[in-house]
Structure formats: C-alpha cells, structure tokens
C-alpha cells in the first residue's frame, strides 16, 4: 500500500497523486480537502483525518474507506464503488447518487440521499448506523436508504420532513416508526418477508464492516417507506 502524507497538499495535488500510484493508497494528515477521489475507480484508498466535501463525487468504482468523520456531499453524484466512514457524516451525503454503496457507522446530517435515482441494474444503497437529519430521501427517486437507529440515546430515529417528494426507491427504518409525520404521498408499512430478504444483504454487510449481530437487528420490526405510485406528486403539486 502506497502511504501518503497529504497534510500540505490541496485536493488538485491530493487527486493527482492518487492518479499517479498503482494499488492501494493510504492518506494521512487529511483535514478538510475537497474533492478526494472524485470520478475515479479501479483503487481502494483509505484516508486517515476528515476529509472535506464531496468526497468521493462522480465516484466511478473505487473504494474508499474513511477512519474517521466525513463532511458535506459524501458520495455526490456517485456512479459506482463503495465508500465507508466509520464515523458520522454530515449533510447532503448520497446527494443525486446513481449507484454504489455508502456505509456510515454513525450518523449523518441533513437531506441524506436527496435525489437518489437508479436505473436498470443501478441500485444506490445507503445505510446509516445511527440517526439521520431531517429531509431524509427528500425527492428519493430510487434506490434504498437503511437507518438503524443504533447508540441514539432516546433520540429519534430521523429529523423532520422525512421522504418529502420521494417518488421512487425504498426507505427502510428500524422500528416501528408509523407514528412518525411522513408527507401524504408515501406508504408507510412494517416490513414483511419480501422486504426483510431485500433488507437482509445490506445489514449483515453493515455488521461485517463495523461489527454487531446483524440476526439481531434483524430480528426488530423495521418500517417501510415507499411512494404512493398512484399519484406520488398530487398533495404536493395539485390544488384540490
């Protein structure tokens, strides 16, 4: 593994010495440059500190792995790869995502997977250990948003306003969260067999990056999310 320390580098100077190493790449000393790994695939970089926003944007098969906290726009407009933080993240990650993975141990901010869409094979997944901010899927238009709700401390599983304009992809909360206040043109639902087979995957692979029993988690209710595909826009758009 090729170990760089970046702690005087900009994201131009971080980014093109990423391009100019073969293999694996570890960075050190990352606090708050813009753009890491943006557009790019075919390696696996980890980054030890905080890097800054848009990590990982345009991401197109790379993996990259965060030991620590992430900022703003985690996974912007990714294609493909898989990014994991092991620690919390903060607003707009997952924003217009088109495929790949993001895995956060903890929590993230504001209007997580916002404009998330798929197409064809092109699943987006997101999954959150902790809580998420509000906006949560605001205008989802596919893929799956997973929040565990795990080291809450009593806290609500999701902020206000959760899948406002979502009209595609999934939402799935552990718990029973039916009571919670979801815009009119969702379906809010327990999970049932179908669901959990469809869950499954994305929990045990949550537990095998940052541990835990995934049979257990599995083993809670978990509430289901989806747009009302009759007329997803009508409470929002239409004047009755």
């Given at each position: ?5 970046v ?5 131009r100077a ?7 190493t073969?293999?694996d790449c570890?960075?050190?000393g990352c ?8 557009g ?10 905080v890097?800054?926003?848009a ?7 790379a ?14 407009t990714?294609?493909?790869g898989?990014i994991v ?20 141990r ?5 209007r997580?997977?916002i404009?998330?869409k798929?197409y064809q ?10 809580a ?20 809450t ?10 899948c406002?304009?979502?009209?595609g ?12 206040r ?6 809010v ?7 959990r ?9 949550y ?34």
């Amino acid at each position: 593994m090729t170990k760089l320390d970046v702690t005087a580098l900009d994201h131009r100077a971080i980014n093109e010495a990423l391009c100019g190493t073969e293999g694996d790449c570890r960075l050190t000393g990352c606090c708050g440059q813009r753009f890491i790994a943006a557009g790019m695939g075919g390696k696996r970089i980890e980054i030890d500190g905080v890097p800054g926003n848009a990590l990982g944007a345009y991401l197109n098969g790379a993996e990259i792995v965060v030991n620590g906290n992430a900022q703003d726009a985690v996974g912007d407009t990714m294609n493909d790869g898989r990014i994991v933080v092991r620690g919390d993240i903060g607003d707009a990650a997952g924003y217009a995502m088109r495929g790949g993975e993001i895995y956060v141990r903890g929590f993230a901010g504001y209007r997580a997977g916002i404009h998330m869409k798929e197409y064809q094979e092109k699943v987006p997944v997101m999954v959150i250990g902790g809580a998420a901010g509000s906006f949560l899927g605001e205008y989802q238009a596919g893929g799956v948003i997973v929040v565990l709700g795990l080291n809450t401390g009593g806290s609500p599983i999701v902020g206000d306003f959760p899948c406002t304009g979502m009209y595609g992809g999934r939402l799935f909360l552990r718990g029973d969260c039916r009571a919670l206040r979801f815009p009119p043109q969702v379906r809010v639902r327990l999970a049932g067999a179908e669901d959990r087979a469809a869950l499954t995957p994305f929990v045990q692979r949550y537990c095998a990056l940052f541990g835990g029993d995934a049979q257990a988690l599995l083993a809670d209710p978990f509430t289901v999310v989806t747009p009302d595909g009759q007329n997803p826009y009508k409470q929002l758009y239409v004047s009755n």
